[in-house]
Protein backbone atom coordinates (compact mmCIF):
# COMPACT_ATOMS: atom_id res chain seq x y z
CA UNK A 1 0.00 0.00 0.00
CA UNK A 2 1.38 3.14 -1.03
CA UNK A 3 2.22 5.96 1.98
CA UNK A 4 -0.80 8.98 2.02
CA UNK A 5 0.59 12.08 1.75
CA UNK A 6 -2.61 13.75 1.54
CA UNK A 7 -5.55 14.10 2.69
CA UNK A 8 -9.32 15.65 0.26
CA UNK A 9 -12.11 15.50 2.86
CA UNK A 10 -16.33 15.55 2.34
CA UNK A 11 -17.58 18.51 4.46
CA UNK A 12 -20.90 17.52 6.06
CA UNK A 13 -20.91 14.25 8.02
CA UNK A 14 -17.09 14.75 8.01
CA UNK A 15 -15.79 17.74 8.86
CA UNK A 16 -19.52 19.21 10.21
CA UNK A 17 -22.61 18.32 12.43
CA UNK A 18 -24.73 17.17 9.37
CA UNK A 19 -28.02 17.78 10.84
CA UNK A 20 -26.96 20.34 13.66
CA UNK A 21 -26.05 22.61 9.80
CA UNK A 22 -28.48 21.53 7.72
CA UNK A 23 -31.95 20.40 9.56
CA UNK A 24 -33.67 24.11 10.60
CA UNK A 25 -32.06 24.91 7.35
CA UNK A 26 -33.56 22.58 5.07
CA UNK A 27 -36.50 23.50 6.78
CA UNK A 28 -36.45 27.63 5.97
CA UNK A 29 -35.53 26.68 2.56
CA UNK A 30 -38.67 24.31 1.86
CA UNK A 31 -40.95 27.42 3.12
CA UNK A 32 -39.39 29.98 1.42
CA UNK A 33 -39.42 27.74 -2.10
CA UNK A 34 -43.19 26.89 -1.28
CA UNK A 35 -43.78 30.94 -0.27
CA UNK A 36 -44.56 29.50 2.57
CA UNK A 37 -47.36 27.17 1.72
CA UNK A 38 -47.18 24.34 4.62
CA UNK A 39 -49.03 21.58 2.06
CA UNK A 40 -46.29 23.03 -0.71
CA UNK A 41 -43.55 22.47 1.69
CA UNK A 42 -44.52 18.99 3.13
CA UNK A 43 -44.56 17.69 -0.94
CA UNK A 44 -41.37 19.33 -1.45
CA UNK A 45 -40.23 17.32 2.04
CA UNK A 46 -41.07 14.39 0.58
CA UNK A 47 -38.94 12.52 -2.11
CA UNK A 48 -36.10 14.41 -0.09
CA UNK A 49 -36.68 12.22 2.85
CA UNK A 50 -36.59 14.65 5.43
CA UNK A 51 -39.27 15.44 8.05
CA UNK A 52 -40.58 18.93 8.08
CA UNK A 53 -41.80 18.84 11.81
CA UNK A 54 -38.78 17.28 13.33
CA UNK A 55 -36.27 18.34 10.68
CA UNK A 56 -34.70 15.52 10.56
CA UNK A 57 -33.34 13.36 7.52
CA UNK A 58 -33.68 9.44 6.82
CA UNK A 59 -30.47 8.71 5.92
CA UNK A 60 -31.02 7.88 2.56
CA UNK A 61 -32.08 11.41 1.60
CA UNK A 62 -30.74 13.07 -0.98
CA UNK A 63 -29.79 16.02 0.57
CA UNK A 64 -27.07 14.27 2.49
CA UNK A 65 -25.03 13.40 -0.78
CA UNK A 66 -26.74 15.08 -3.66
CA UNK A 67 -26.34 18.31 -5.05
CA UNK A 68 -28.93 21.17 -5.52
CA UNK A 69 -29.15 19.76 -9.01
CA UNK A 70 -30.49 16.51 -7.63
CA UNK A 71 -33.11 18.62 -5.53
CA UNK A 72 -34.10 20.85 -8.58
CA UNK A 73 -34.93 17.80 -10.29
CA UNK A 74 -37.30 16.21 -7.74
CA UNK A 75 -38.72 20.06 -6.79
CA UNK A 76 -38.83 21.48 -10.56
CA UNK A 77 -42.71 20.32 -11.40
CA UNK A 78 -43.65 20.75 -7.91
CA UNK A 79 -42.71 24.67 -7.97
CA UNK A 80 -43.78 24.89 -11.44
CA UNK A 81 -40.28 25.86 -12.51
CA UNK A 82 -39.21 25.27 -15.75
CA UNK A 83 -35.53 26.62 -15.76
CA UNK A 84 -34.01 24.10 -14.06
CA UNK A 85 -29.99 25.75 -13.66
CA UNK A 86 -32.72 29.19 -12.14
CA UNK A 87 -33.77 26.41 -9.69
CA UNK A 88 -30.41 25.17 -8.77
CA UNK A 89 -28.62 28.83 -8.11
CA UNK A 90 -31.83 29.57 -6.22
CA UNK A 91 -31.29 25.94 -3.98
CA UNK A 92 -27.37 27.20 -3.32
CA UNK A 93 -28.44 30.66 -2.80
CA UNK A 94 -31.05 29.60 -0.28
CA UNK A 95 -29.04 26.86 1.83
CA UNK A 96 -25.90 29.36 2.05
CA UNK A 97 -28.28 32.02 3.64
CA UNK A 98 -29.98 29.92 5.74
CA UNK A 99 -27.22 27.55 6.84
CA UNK A 100 -24.16 29.39 7.50
CA UNK A 101 -24.97 30.56 11.15
CA UNK A 102 -26.00 27.37 12.19
CA UNK A 103 -22.64 25.63 11.35
CA UNK A 104 -21.80 23.20 13.79
CA UNK A 105 -17.91 21.28 13.31
CA UNK A 106 -17.53 18.45 15.53
CA UNK A 107 -15.37 18.99 18.94
CA UNK A 108 -12.48 17.51 17.21
CA UNK A 109 -12.43 18.91 13.90
CA UNK A 110 -9.93 21.49 14.40
CA UNK A 111 -7.26 19.85 16.95
CA UNK A 112 -7.22 16.75 13.79
CA UNK A 113 -7.00 19.03 11.37
CA UNK A 114 -4.16 20.87 12.83
CA UNK A 115 -2.58 17.48 13.83
CA UNK A 116 -2.74 16.30 10.00
CA UNK A 117 -1.00 19.70 9.46
CA UNK A 118 1.58 18.84 11.58
CA UNK A 119 2.18 15.70 9.87
CA UNK A 120 2.84 17.57 6.85
CA UNK A 121 -0.08 16.28 5.23
CA UNK A 122 -1.51 19.10 2.82
CA UNK A 123 -5.43 18.79 3.04
CA UNK A 124 -8.56 19.67 0.59
CA UNK A 125 -12.35 19.69 1.05
CA UNK A 126 -14.06 18.03 -2.07
CA UNK A 127 -18.59 18.28 -1.62
CA UNK A 128 -21.72 18.29 -3.16
CA UNK A 129 -22.67 21.82 -1.86
CA UNK A 130 -21.53 24.86 -3.91
CA UNK A 131 -18.30 26.34 -4.46
CA UNK A 132 -19.36 29.16 -2.24
CA UNK A 133 -21.26 27.16 0.57
CA UNK A 134 -18.31 25.18 1.31
CA UNK A 135 -16.24 28.05 1.49
CA UNK A 136 -18.61 30.04 3.74
CA UNK A 137 -18.88 26.59 6.20
CA UNK A 138 -15.33 26.32 6.44
CA UNK A 139 -14.47 30.09 7.64
CA UNK A 140 -17.75 29.81 10.07
CA UNK A 141 -16.35 26.81 11.33
CA UNK A 142 -12.87 28.34 11.67
CA UNK A 143 -10.84 25.83 9.62
CA UNK A 144 -10.46 27.52 6.23
CA UNK A 145 -6.89 28.05 6.49
CA UNK A 146 -6.30 24.73 7.10
CA UNK A 147 -6.92 23.82 3.16
CA UNK A 148 -5.33 24.97 0.05
CA UNK A 149 -7.91 22.97 -1.95
CA UNK A 150 -11.50 23.47 -1.45
CA UNK A 151 -14.05 22.66 -4.33
CA UNK A 152 -17.78 21.90 -4.87
CA UNK A 153 -20.13 20.66 -7.35
CA UNK A 154 -20.20 23.70 -9.64
CA UNK A 155 -16.04 24.44 -9.60
CA UNK A 156 -16.05 22.34 -12.52
CA UNK A 157 -14.29 19.39 -11.65
CA UNK A 158 -17.71 17.27 -11.48
CA UNK A 159 -20.16 16.17 -8.41
CA UNK A 160 -19.62 12.86 -6.69
CA UNK A 161 -19.90 10.37 -6.62
CA UNK A 162 -17.49 10.61 -9.78
CA UNK A 163 -13.87 10.93 -9.47
CA UNK A 164 -12.94 14.52 -10.85
CA UNK A 165 -12.66 16.03 -7.25
CA UNK A 166 -9.78 13.61 -6.42
CA UNK A 167 -7.77 14.03 -9.62
CA UNK A 168 -8.27 17.93 -9.50
CA UNK A 169 -6.86 17.64 -6.03
CA UNK A 170 -4.11 15.53 -7.29
CA UNK A 171 -3.28 17.61 -10.02
CA UNK A 172 -3.12 20.20 -7.36
CA UNK A 173 -0.67 19.01 -5.04
CA UNK A 174 1.60 17.12 -7.74
CA UNK A 175 0.64 13.56 -5.94
CA UNK A 176 -0.61 10.44 -7.56
CA UNK A 177 -4.26 9.37 -6.44
CA UNK A 178 -2.85 6.62 -5.07
CA UNK A 179 -0.89 8.55 -2.47
CA UNK A 180 -4.44 10.31 -1.55
CA UNK A 181 -7.04 8.85 1.36
CA UNK A 182 -10.47 10.36 0.63
CA UNK A 183 -12.32 10.51 3.78
CA UNK A 184 -15.78 11.00 3.96
CA UNK A 185 -19.40 9.84 5.30
CA UNK A 186 -21.01 8.41 2.63
CA UNK A 187 -21.25 5.75 -0.23
CA UNK A 188 -20.71 8.27 -2.27
CA UNK A 189 -17.56 9.34 -1.18
CA UNK A 190 -16.06 5.69 -1.34
CA UNK A 191 -17.00 5.50 -4.65
CA UNK A 192 -15.39 8.83 -5.51
CA UNK A 193 -12.49 7.44 -4.02
CA UNK A 194 -12.02 3.91 -5.73
CA UNK A 195 -13.11 6.02 -9.26
CA UNK A 196 -10.08 8.12 -8.87
CA UNK A 197 -7.50 5.09 -7.56
CA UNK A 198 -7.44 7.13 -4.22
CA UNK A 199 -7.61 5.13 -0.32
CA UNK A 200 -11.23 4.82 0.76
CA UNK A 201 -11.69 6.07 4.70
CA UNK A 202 -15.02 6.00 5.71
CA UNK A 203 -16.20 7.69 9.08
CA UNK A 204 -19.50 7.38 10.48
CA UNK A 205 -20.14 10.76 12.09
CA UNK A 206 -22.58 11.51 9.52
CA UNK A 207 -25.83 9.98 8.81
CA UNK A 208 -24.62 6.88 7.06
CA UNK A 209 -23.86 3.59 9.70
CA UNK A 210 -20.90 1.49 9.28
CA UNK A 211 -22.99 -1.33 7.84
CA UNK A 212 -23.78 0.75 4.49
CA UNK A 213 -20.12 1.45 4.33
CA UNK A 214 -17.63 -1.12 5.16
CA UNK A 215 -18.50 -2.99 2.19
CA UNK A 216 -17.24 0.15 0.23
CA UNK A 217 -14.74 1.53 2.33
CA UNK A 218 -10.79 0.62 2.98
CA UNK A 219 -11.04 1.55 6.25
CA UNK A 220 -14.18 2.59 8.67
CA UNK A 221 -13.54 4.95 11.41
CA UNK A 222 -15.73 6.80 14.36
CA UNK A 223 -14.73 10.12 13.08
CA UNK A 224 -12.00 11.76 11.29
CA UNK A 225 -9.84 12.43 14.81
CA UNK A 226 -8.83 8.75 14.47
CA UNK A 227 -7.08 9.54 11.18
CA UNK A 228 -3.62 10.30 12.94
CA UNK A 229 -3.25 7.35 13.94
CA UNK A 230 -4.77 5.19 10.67
CA UNK A 231 -2.16 7.07 9.01
CA UNK A 232 0.79 6.61 10.92
CA UNK A 233 0.32 3.15 10.55
CA UNK A 234 -0.13 2.96 7.39
CA UNK A 235 2.90 4.81 6.40
CA UNK A 236 4.76 3.56 9.15
Same mark, same amino acid.
Given at each position: ?? +???????? +??? &????? @? *?? /?????A +???M $??????????????????????? &?????? *???I?? =??????A???? %?????????L??? !?? =?? /? %???? *???? $????? =?R? &????? !????????I? =?????AG????????????????? #???D?? /???K???????????A $??????? !??MV?? *??????????A???A??? $?????G? @?????????? %????????? %?? #?????
Open positions: MA +KIRALLFD +KDG &TLLDF @E *ST /YGAAT +KVL $TLAKGDLPLARQLAEPAEFDLAS &TRFAPG *SMIAG =TARDMAAWAD %LLGEPDRDAVRR !ID =TL /Y %LEHS *SAAV $TPFDY =TG &TLDAL !IAMGLPLGA =TNDSDARDHAEQAGIADCFAFI #AGHSG /YGQPGPGMVLAFAE $TGLEPGE !IAGD *SAHDMQCARAGALVAV $TSGMTE @EHLRDVADHV %LPGIDALPA %LI #ARING
